[in-house]
């Protein structure tokens, strides 16, 4: 089956700083590469996304990174908040097919 | 983004009952919509994917008579619980591809269940 690792688990960092998650994906079709944030007891938020025809994606604080190559693809926070903290998954899709979801790493920004 | 909705956002149910989980696209139509369940502090798993006009399609392992499914519309779809077990207990989420969009999927907020 389709598999993504996701790396850290949990995560802590100074508020100010920067956080880094790392995913690994399997499939070489995949396409897309979305990254969630869920916060306590709430659905997943679509925070960023990127497509296979780029390389690096950026939105304000947040950016995403992919290399095809290597198959991985990274989420980076710059300058975090306390309300940055939360558990942040990862995902792909090959085609028109499901979403596959890593693990999730649980961040928490310390003021 | 686009916005998705469900009810109740909580329910709690005794064993041997049914419950209905109602999941909304507010803001556009939604061929696909998607049925996800998660465990405490864990990550998402697909139970099925819902086609309007269609039968479900379930994952591997999901009991198609246990999780009754039905997208009536393109812009809604609802998940039975049929005669729950405490084991059911867990926090479902629904979702829906916009179709407006290129690829991007949109979740609802969650129904936590809990089977006395």
């Known amino acids: 089956g389709e598999n993504v690792e996701q790396h850290p688990s949990t995560l802590s960092v100074q508020e100010g700083d920067s956080a880094v998650i790392k995913c690994t994906y399997s499939d070489s079709a995949s396409n897309y590469f979305p990254w969630y944030k869920q916060e306590l007891g709430k659905g997943p938020q679509l925070i960023i996304d990127i497509r296979s025809n780029v390389g690096e994606k950026k939105d304000q604080r947040i950016a995403v990174t992919l290399n095809k190559t290597a198959k991985h693809f990274s989420l980076h926070i710059t300058e975090t908040q306390p309300e940055d903290s939360a558990v942040y998954f990862c995902a792909f899709r090959a085609g028109a097919n499901n979403l596959f979801f890593g693990t999730g790493t649980r961040l928490t920004v310390i003021p | 983004g686009a916005v998705v909705s469900q009810h109740p956002s909580r329910v709690i149910c005794k064993s041997g009952t049914s419950v209905k989980i109602e999941c909304r696209s507010l803001d556009f139509q939604a061929t696909t919509m998607f049925w996800y369940r998660q465990f405490p502090k864990q990550s998402l798993m697909l139970m099925a994917t819902?086609?309007?006009?269609?039968?479900?399609?379930?994952e591997q392992g999901v009991e198609k008579d246990k999780f009754l499914i039905n997208h009536a519309s393109l812009t809604l779809s609802t998940l039975t619980v049929t005669s729950a077990h405490p084991e059911d207990s867990s926090f479902y989420i629904c979702s829906a591809r916009d179709p407006r969009g290129s690829s991007e999927q949109f979740f609802g907020p969650g129904t936590r269940l809990t089977v006395l």
């Open positions: 819902s086609n309007e006009g269609s039968k479900a399609t379930y």
